[in-house]
């Protein structure tokens, strides 16, 4: 057992070494250009904190502010893009959505309840919206008057939700904007010397409300940011690499993904050699990576919306929906390819979910609650990819789920193996059925179901062998 054991652990390790070694030389090949700004890492982070985010793999994203109360609607007139984005939009009057803090009253917001229908969806780690692009804080802040403390409601937001996240035993990391339509001095460009002074004090402004943030809420794990995209941001380089390694010095082992960073020549997420900038990549949103070689071997995270685009509560769902066993797919993709998945919800501005999202925690906690030991703590499984689903390895083990998604009409899934690997034995998790794989070939199986017909993915947890092959039989290759 121990042998098996040990085996396992050196595949896993193997395999995740392998993948950095690929990414470092491919980053090495490529670090030509010199950079003062660019990426301070080789290869991927290896502390406890990474593997900590690493491990959780699902997570809960939360859109919540202000643009919950017009829901993508004004004055008759729908809004067909994003619902935060609302102030943007020309039918939008800025100086009324600047009054809606005057109404934003979550009446019925009840954070315990919130962090229990993320507990019961599966989920480990949540992020939220401090502030959107709007510049409305969810916290009292003491460097703006556009607060939660100057509404109805007056109270803190993110306080009792983080507590009462952490207390169901998940992990918060915080959303910021760095666009802010409300505050004077920010700009999308700087054009001229007043800019420039302006983007100074713009600067001094986020680096102590990102402080003030890590000060009043110790537990957070990580930065989730936005909108740094705007020319002001990404051409001072040296800013962002210093409020990164500012934030880590307060927060020792805080994760933030690449949307932070930019080079000294503007380049975001990747350095201008290739290299990623930021603990993880975070330019999977809305879509996924096809395979394993799309990722180059850096951690990432794909974050998704239930509608084709929309993150704050919108009134009108436009479009198709996704149902529970879509997302379900996108996770375990996800996973296989050694990647994290984050699910959007965008409450109402009263602090409830619409049914439709209560729905998919629901369904997506039901296929969880028996199936999730092949999601936490997955990684890549090496084995051959094959059109019924995916496989993922345990983290450190030899453990290998299939997760099928596609049932042959024969009712039998093929699996093929890498060389020196054997399978010995399969198991349903649902109801912990055996199966009997057939030998078909060299390190090739087939598993037959007994039931072909099932209405959400089926998990079979594999049984190898590491080491000389145990099967019987010959297997000759063709001569042609």
Not at 346 to 362: C, I, N, S
Request: charged fraction near 20%; hydrophobic fraction near 35%; glycine fraction near 8%.
């Amino acid at each position: 057992m121990m042998n098996k054991i040990i085996t396992g652990i050196l595949t896993a390790a193997c395999c995740t070494f392998m993948m950095q070694a690929t990414a470092q030389e491919q980053q090495l090949k490529k670090d030509t250009i010199a950079l003062i700004h660019g990426a301070h890492r080789m290869g991927n982070r290896t502390d406890a904190d990474m593997a900590r985010w690493r491990s959780l793999r699902f997570g809960q994203f939360i859109h919540w502010g202000l643009y919950a109360i017009p829901g993508g609607e004004w004055n008759g007139k729908t809004y067909n893009g994003a619902a935060e984005w609302i102030r943007s939009w020309k039918e939008m009057p800025h100086e009324d959505y600047d009054k809606l803090y005057r109404q934003f009253n979550p009446v019925n917001f009840n954070p315990q309840q919130w962090a229990a229908q993320a507990k019961s969806m599966g989920a480990k780690y949540m992020i939220i919206t401090t502030k959107h692009h709007d510049g409305f804080c969810l916290w009292p802040s003491k460097y703006s008057k556009y607060t939660i403390a100057s509404s109805p409601w007056k109270k803190d937001l993110l306080g009792p939700m983080i507590e009462a996240y952490n207390k169901a035993g998940i992990d918060v990391h915080l959303y910021f904007s760095i666009i802010d339509w409300n505050h004077p001095d920010y700009r999308a460009s700087l054009k001229n010397a007043a800019d420039s002074a302006a983007g100074k004090r713009f600067q001094v402004f986020v680096k102590n409300q990102l402080a003030e943030l890590l000060q009043r809420y110790p537990t957070i794990k990580g930065f989730w940011f936005d909108g740094t995209w705007d020319d002001s941001w990404k051409n001072d380089g040296a800013f962002s690499d210093e409020l990164e390694q500012y934030l880590q010095s307060l927060h020792p082992g805080l994760v933030m993904g690449s949307r932070l960073r930019a080079d000294e020549k503007g380049a975001r997420h990747f350095d201008s050699n290739g290299r990623l900038m930021g603990d993880y990549e975070q330019g999977w949103e809305r879509k996924l990576p096809a395979t394993i070689d799309d990722v180059h071997g850096n951690d990432w995270e794909a974050v998704m919306t239930v509608p084709e685009n929309q993150w704050g509560y919108h009134a009108k769902w436009a479009g198709h929906v996704k149902t529970v066993n879509e997302i379900l797919e996108m996770l375990v993709k996800s996973v296989s390819l050694n990647g994290n998945f984050v699910l959007n919800f965008g409450p109402k501005a009263d602090g409830t979910y619409r049914t439709e999202e209560q729905q998919l925690m629901t369904g997506i906690g039901q296929w969880m609650k028996v199936n999730g030991d092949a999601i936490y703590n997955g990684t890549y499984a090496g084995f051959e990819k094959q059109d019924w689903g995916y496989y993922i390895r345990k983290a450190g083990t030899d453990s290998v789920y299939m997760v099928v998604f596609n049932i042959p009409v024969s009712g039998s899934l093929r699996v093929k193996l890498p060389a020196r690997t054997s399978l010995t034995g399969a198991s349903v998790l649902q109801s912990n059925a055996t199966l009997t794989p057939e030998l078909i070939g060299r390190n090739e199986y087939f598993i037959h179901l007994p039931n072909k017909t099932t209405d959400s993915p089926v998990v079979i947890l594999l049984k190898t062998v590491t080491g000389e092959n145990k099967e019987k039989g010959s297997f000759e290759k063709a001569k042609t």
